[in-house]
């Protein structure tokens, strides 16, 4: 049996407890190093952000019409 555990992120050794490495990456006995399978974006929360803005601009384009509000930009 192995008596540390390297971290696949920064290197450092670790005892075969440890459940995460000082540099904050989970610890997993036998994990092979690979990507986060996680993404941070989909295309779910990119229409999303799509949305919101062309939601916003119609919203002060429709208010242009009735108040002297200036562009924003």
Known sequence: MKETMTCP???L???PSA????????LVAGEASRANP???FTAG?????W???AALVL???????YLPVPALW
Request: charged residues 20%; negative net charge.
């Open 9 to 11: 992120l920064c290197g």
């Open 13 to 15: 050794e670790n005892p």
């Open 19 to 26: 459940e995460h490495c000082d540099c904050g990456r989970r």
């Open 38 to 40: 996680n993404k941070l």
């Open 45 to 49: 929360h990119l229409l999303q952000a």
């Open 51 to 53: 949305g919101i803005g």
């Open 59 to 65: 919203t002060e384009g429709a208010f242009s019409w």
